[in-house]
């Protein structure tokens, strides 16, 4: 094998299971993963976990590899995202997380050296693929065959953790920090743009998700730039701290749908609610 690295561009990892494991969370997986066989074949818990097992074997055996839970699963005529929907409604993983500082520290140590991407699993919403009825997605509002509702404008402007937020004093300060990026790289350009300075070289980790991000910024790992309306209670709670007045509107929060889908009166009925319920009080 080449000892040569200079030529790896990226290396992909899976956090859950890989940097963080909790035995306690994957045992109770795996229950769950046989009261759903156990359901769909007619047969006690005890027995679906006894033919897990064999099926495991059997997998093993076939592919040389240690077969995934979902590919168990699939053999014994199970289906991937009812086994996921079933999951939703039993498993409760929050109560199985505890703060690990190994992790801390590596991400840290790995961000010294290369840029670092967390994804969350925030897919792209495909209406027409997973036949959904309407979607609530955040953009310009112009979606091709998609008829868009707004919802909510949602400026953005840059906040961080209490201690971090004492040493800022201007935005020129920033360029010293860590800018925390989501995955549209002109957001912090745009807002440096709307601020009246020039932008820093922004090498931040990215995220894909709104909510990690604020939590990363209210953990001290540097600067996000969030829609501030949607973290009131952050900010009133001084877990977040909003840092300057200047924000900037890269878009807003729509209800879509599919022009060529018929709007049931189950359809219209939610787009009252949800359009009522974003209004201001």
Known sequence: MSQDLSRIRAIIFDLDGTLYVSPEFAATIQNAAAGYLAGIKGISADQADRLMATTRG??????????????VCTRLGGNVRDLHAFFEECLHPESHLIRDER?????????????????TNNNRVDLAGEGLDCAIRFGDGHWHGTEATPL??????????????????????????????????????????????PPPLLTGPLFDSSLVLADAAAQGAGVALLPVKLFGRDLQSSRLVRLFDVEVDVGGYWLTRLKRRRSSAAMRAFSEWVVKQSQPA
Not at 58 to 71: R, V, Y
Not at 167 to 181: A, C, F, H, K, P
């Open 58 to 71: 059997i997998l093993t055996e076939e592919t040389g590899g240690m077969p995934t839970l979902s590919a």
């Open 103 to 119: 992790v801390i520290i590596l991400l840290e140590r790995l961000a010294q050296r290369a840029p670092l991407y967390l994804f």
């Open 152 to 197: 909510l404008r949602a400026p953005l402007a840059p906040v961080c953790a209490p201690a971090l937020a004492a040493r800022i004093r201007s935005v020129r300060d920033l360029g010293r920090e860590t800018l925390l990026r989501s995955y549209r790289p002109e957001e912090w350009l745009e807002w440096f743009r709307a601020a009246g300075a």
